[in-house]
Structure formats: structure tokens, C-alpha cells
């Protein structure tokens, strides 16, 4: 029996192993195991590799795919470790960062499914996802354009007259009535038109496309209301649109207008979009026009490209280090020559990596949590006079240095934090020659102290000779019999010794209070 028990394990062993080396190979549907408490990625099929656009096998889940953490991947998959239910998401929106560092929003469809092992216990969880991004934008595209019939269907009842002459021109086709519906749904974003026949006549216009026109052009061909189409190549395309019917898209197209009503010659850029619209039988009765005018989007564009680049002369000529710092992984955009300097780097090995990656001699100082910090909060850390080590010379040795560091939040046209600013100022010569002059200062100090000291223990020493020599020449002019010149001599000894007692006084005196009474 429990070599019937054993063999029957090993074949469900052997099954569940097959089953999921199947899912592996399979291309449709992303997959991959995660086992422990940790989520340690065993195993990730070629679909999911290339969904997520890196190498995931062998590193718990969320540290692969860090992006993941903030969106609630871990909550869900502890929750499912912790209970064994399985989860099941439609549709949801997850952000994935690409090779360049971008994150880019897809919709999934995926199943978090607990594994257990032979005891019951939740092992791990396989992980099955279908990226359904397009799918759902197909269907919500689709969705727009049904609820816009439905719209234009309850418009009709009003214009109805106005449309079906419209239709009626345009030879009443029901694709055509359609694409003119499309058509009258007029938005604020893009022009549109729509040119009936081979002539390309006018046969709609939005107000949008009609403002950009600055003309009435109802009713009449492109080649007679823009002559100057035909030398630009705009008639060739919508003739070879109309005979092969192949769409034609480009962007920011150069356009030389001629005056209208209310503007004078101009050139403008736009983006646009010739569409085919085909009749019942197939065949191609007109073109569907979509304009949008880029032309103050594109100026702009290039003008901020302009100051970007001024301002990037600007950080790489700066005479203080500069550097821009975005994203939870702290990756390096910009780094000034003086920040590379101190960093002993060149621009090559830093820009675009992580910081942790490019100078791992500052793990555990703690840059990433404080760059994370003024991310997570927007308010700047300051440090002045801060000692660095940092690795200087052909050799790479760490010297020391002292910089005043700034890092601020970095904000875009919303206000929004996305990135963080770091300027260093190097002040080791200005800190060490300040501290060398404190230590000559203290030095000055501690040598007056003890000349002060020496002389009053000099004064202290002298003191009680110099009373001794005064009591005995004062013992002696007291004795009698003494000749007149003895008597001046001891009368000389006496005065001279009573000033130096005086002097000795003064000084102690003078010592105590420098001293504060140290001495006695």
C-alpha cells in the first residue's frame, strides 16, 4: 500500500511537473512560480520575460520588479501565501518600468493560484498573466465610437434635414452616412473632413478643421480652394489614397497656407491622417481627413528643448558639483565633471544607473533613503561642512573632504515631485584653514597660560626669600654700635628689598587675577 501510495505521488509529481513545463512553452499566456514567504522566482516562461522586459528567475519578485511594490503587489501576494485563496484580476492597470527607466502603463488579465506541498501548506504561488492592453483599447475605442452613433442617432432627429442632404450628396451610402456621423461628432482636439469623390470635394467640415481653414470651402474641391496644395504634394497623396486605398498618417508636416479671411499667409505643422471610406460594394467614394495643428506644441517643444539644453551647458560649466537623481531606485540623469570628479567617475560609468550600482562605496551612508526621503516628502536636506570620503586619484583612494550638500525636490508643471536636485560645494580649504587657525589660536592661548603660571610661580617662590632678607637687615639696623656707613648699606639693602617684595606682591597679584585665584 504505501508503495501504491509512493508510486501514485511520484506520477502526480511527474504530472504537475509536465503540466507547468507545457504552460512554459507555451506563447500565449505569461507565467511564473514564485516559492516562500519571500516570493522567490523559480520559474518564468519566455512570454513573461519578454512582457516584462528583464530577467526575473532566482530573485524574490518585488526585488526584480521593484516598480511593482507601491501599485500593491505585495499586499496581494501575501494575502494569497497567507490564506491559500486565490486572487483574479481583470483588466488592471499595473506600470512597468522599461530598459530605459520609463514607466509605461499595461492592462493585465492575470491569476495569483497558491501551490501547495504534499502536507497541504501553501508552497508558493504560480502566477499566470495575459497582457490585454490593446484588446481593451480596441474595446473601448469601439465602445467611444457606438456611444457617439448613439449620440449622433438623438442629433439627427434635429438635423435631420441638414444630414441627409449631406448623405445625399455623398451618394447616400450607409458607410458613408456612418463615416460623415463620425465625422459631425466634432471635437475641440482634431480637424476633421470629409472629401467626397475624386475631386476631393468638401463634403463635411468640423468647426475645429473649418477654424484651421479660415475659409468657406463647403462644396468646392481641395485643388480649388488651396491651389497651392498641388506643389506641396497634398493632392498627389490624396489622389494615391483614393486609387489604392492604403491610409496615409505623418506627423508634424510642414504646410504653407495661403490667406484666408481672417489670417494672412502662414506655415504651420501638423499631424494628419487621410482614411479611405468605402461604399457597400467596396468600393472607395471618399476620404476621411484628420488634422491637428502642431505647430505651437512643436515651437514649444523645441523651446523647452532649448532651455534643456542650456540648462545642461549650464550644469556641466557650473563651478559647483550638480546632479539630478530620480525614482525610488535613485538612477543618475545628470552628473556635472565636478560631481563625477568628487565622485572619481567619468559621466559614462554613472548617467543612467542607479546610484547603489554606480558607487557602491556609499552603501549603507544612507544617499538612498535621504533621496527617497525628499521624494517621498518635497522638503530639502541641507548639510554644511559635512566630511565625505570619496575616492580620489588614478588609484582610487578614499580621501577625506568637506562639502555643503543640497538636495531638493525637483517638481514638474503640476507641482508633482520627480526627481531630486543635488548640489555639493567643496569647502576643505576654507574648513581647514579655519581649523588650523583655531588650533594656532588654541596654542596661543595655552602658551600665555603657562607664561602667566610660570611667573607666578616664580613670584610665589620669591616671596619668602625676600621676606627672610628683609626681617634680618630690619634685625640688624636695630642693633647699636653701628658705623654711618653700615647703617647706609643695611638702609640701601632694605629700601631695595622691600621693592622687590612690592614687585613679587604686584605680580602675584596680578597672576591671581588672570588665574582666577589659582594661586595662594
Known amino acids: 500500500n504505501r508503495r501504491a501510495v509512493q508510486a501514485e505521488r511520484e506520477r502526480a509529481e511527474h504530472s504537475r511537473w509536465a503540466v507547468l513545463e507545457a504552460l512554459q512553452a507555451q506563447p ?10 519571500e516570493h522567490l522566482v523559480k520559474m518564468a516562461n519566455d512570454t513573461y520575460g519578454r512582457m516584462v522586459g528583464r530577467d526575473v528567475v532566482g530573485q524574490p519578485f518585488l526585488r526584480a520588479m521593484p516598480e511593482l511594490e507601491p501599485q500593491g503587489l505585495r499586499a496581494e501576494l501575501d494575502e494569497v501565501f497567507a ?6 484580476f481583470r483588466e488592471r492597470a499595473v506600470q512597468l518600468r522599461s530598459a530605459e527607466g520609463v514607466l509605461h502603463e499595461r492592462l493585465f488579465d492575470y491569476v495569483l493560484q497558491p501551490v501547495r506541498d504534499a502536507q497541504g501548506r501553501v508552497e508558493g504561488i504560480l502566477n499566470l498573466a495575459v497582457d490585454v492592453t490593446e484588446p481593451v483599447r480596441l474595446r473601448r475605442v469601439a465602445e467611444w465610437q457606438a456611444e457617439a452613433e448613439r449620440g449622433l442617432r438623438v442629433a439627427e432627429g434635429r438635423q435631420r434635414a441638414q444630414v441627409e ?3 445625399q450628396r455623398s451618394q447616400g451610402t450607409e458607410r458613408a452616412r456612418g463615416a460623415v456621423l463620425e465625422a459631425l461628432a466634432a471635437q475641440t482636439l482634431v480637424g476633421m473632413a470629409y472629401l467626397r469623390g475624386p475631386d476631393h470635394v468638401y463634403e463635411t467640415v468640423n468647426s475645429t478643421h473649418a477654424e484651421m481653414l479660415d475659409r468657406d470651402v463647403l462644396g468646392q474641391s481641395v485643388r480649388w480652394t488651396f491651389p497651392e496644395m498641388e506643389d506641396q504634394g497634398f493632392l498627389s497623396l490624396l489622389d494615391g489614397v483614393f486609387q489604392t486605398g492604403q491610409p496615409f498618417l505623418a506627423r508634424q508636416v510642414p504646410v504653407a497656407v495661403s490667406a484666408g479671411r481672417s489670417q494672412g499667409p502662414r506655415d504651420v505643422l501638423v499631424d494628419l491622417t487621410y482614411q479611405p471610406v468605402r461604399a457597400q460594394d467596396g468600393s472607395i467614394e471618399g476620404l476621411l481627413a484628420l488634422v491637428v495643428d502642431v505647430t505651437e506644441q512643436t515651437r514649444l517643444r523645441a523651446r523647452a528643448e532649448g532651455e534643456r539644453a542650456r540648462l545642461s551647458a549650464l550644469f556641466q560649466q557650473a563651478p559647483v558639483a550638480i546632479g539630478i537623481l530620480r525614482g525610488a531606485d535613485v538612477v543618475i540623469e545628470v552628473a556635472n565633471p565636478l560631481l563625477c570628479r568628487l565622485w572619481g567617475r567619468t559621466q559614462e560609468q554613472v548617467v543612467g544607473l542607479p546610484a547603489m550600482d554606480a558607487l ?5 551612508l544612507g544617499l538612498d533613503d535621504l533621496v527617497r526621503g525628499v521624494l517621498a516628502t518635497g522638503v530639502p536636506f541641507v548639510a554644511t561642512e559635512m566630511e565625505v570620503h570619496f575616492p580620489r586619484g588614478a588609484g582610487g583612494e578614499l580621501q577625506s573632504g568637506y562639502y555643503n550638500f543640497v538636495y531638493d525636490a525637483l517638481r514638474d508643471e503640476r507641482g ?20 588650523a ?3 594656532l589660536a588654541q596654542e596661543e592661548r595655552t602658551r600665555r597660560d603657562f607664561e602667566q603660571h610660570l611667573i607666578g610661580i616664580v613670584s610665589h617662590d620669591l616671596r619668602n626669600p625676600l621676606s627672610a632678607i628683609l626681617l634680618g637687615l630690619q634685625v640688624l639696623l636695630r642693633r647699636e654700635g653701628l658705623d654711618a656707613r653700615t647703617v647706609q648699606t643695611l638702609v640701601r639693602l632694605h629700601a631695595s628689598t622691600e621693592r622687590a617684595v612690592r614687585l613679587v606682591r604686584d605680580l602675584l597679584d596680578f597672576t591671581q587675577a588672570r588665574l582666577g585665584g589659582g594661586l595662594k
Open 28 to 37: 500565449l499566456v505569461a507565467i511564473n512560480y514564485q516559492w516562500g514567504a
Open 360 to 364: 557602491p562605496e556609499l552603501r549603507g
Open 83 to 88: 490564506t491559500g485563496r486565490p486572487r483574479m
Open 165 to 167: 442632404e449631406q448623405l
Open 437 to 439: 587657525a583655531e588650533r
Open 416 to 435: 508633482a515631485i520627480e526627481g531630486v536636485l543635488l548640489v555639493a560645494t567643496e569647502v576643505t580649504d576654507p574648513v581647514r584653514l579655519r581649523q
